[in-house]
């Protein structure tokens, strides 16, 4: 084959990739928004909710588990995503770690169907792998905060994120009953008083945080 047919043919299978890429993703939000309303739903729910044929559901996703597991990917991605585009976070570990429960926390509202059906369907330690790449920040900040008295040292700081890791779970839960409304809000005070700092004194950081973080995307970049 000539480079021109070579040419000709990759420009025809780029939007035929690119439209295989638009299905892909409107199937994964029909069926976030599918299983969060019915953990049963079916395969052809979620084709009836993406707006495609069946055929199209089962070419990207042979299976209704092949269909989960591609819902914890996107979302293992989307984490991935986010704590490689972190910003210089600041020493304070307080102040760190409120920042990156503020920072996480919309991939886990938008997978939050994860973190309750898919962990009956897929069990406990498939989901302690989803939430693996923010093992190793959160572990090194609260070290560092352990080393400098910010955090107490009740219990190892392996143990202190694993603890996190459960209470995340357990208030996405509750925002799903509606008990809790202010989900961020929430993951960050119980992060840090499971650290040690009172309830007031977290809910203070949070706020910094907050304020640090509107500031933040304020400030044109050089």
């Known amino acids: 084959m000539d480079e021109g047919a070579r040419t000709a043919t990759g420009d025809a299978a780029r939007p035929r990739r690119s439209h295989a890429r638009a299905n892909r993703s409107r199937i994964i939000e029909a069926a976030i928004g599918a299983f969060a ?47 490689d585009g972190l910003p210089a976070l600041p020493d ?3 102040l760190a770690t409120a920042l990156l429960a503020l920072l996480t926390w919309p991939i886990g509202d938008r997978f939050r169907v994860l973190l309750t059906f898919a962990r009956r369907e897929l069990g406990e330690e498939r989901i302690r792998e989803l939430l693996e790449p923010a093992r190793a920040p959160s572990l090194a900040i609260i070290e560092r905060g352990q080393a400098d008295g910010t955090f107490s040292s009740y219990l190892p700081a392996p143990v202190l994120v694993g603890m996190t890791e459960a209470a995340t779970i357990a208030l996405f839960e509750e925002s799903n009953a509606g008990t809790v409304t202010d989900v961020a809000q929430a993951f960050g005070v119980v992060a840090l008083v499971l650290l040690g700092l009172s309830p007031d004194r977290a809910a203070d950081v949070v706020e910094e945080a907050r304020s640090w973080l509107r500031e933040s995307a304020a400030t044109p970049r050089p």
């Open 37 to 83: 309303a019915d953990p049963d739903a079916s395969m052809d729910d979620v084709a009836r909710a993406a707006g495609v044929v069946r055929r199209t559901v089962y070419g990207h996703f042979p299976n209704r588990d092949a269909l989960v597991e591609g819902l914890v990917d996107e979302a293992s991605s989307a984490l991935t995503a986010v704590l």
């Open 92 to 94: 304070r570990p307080d």
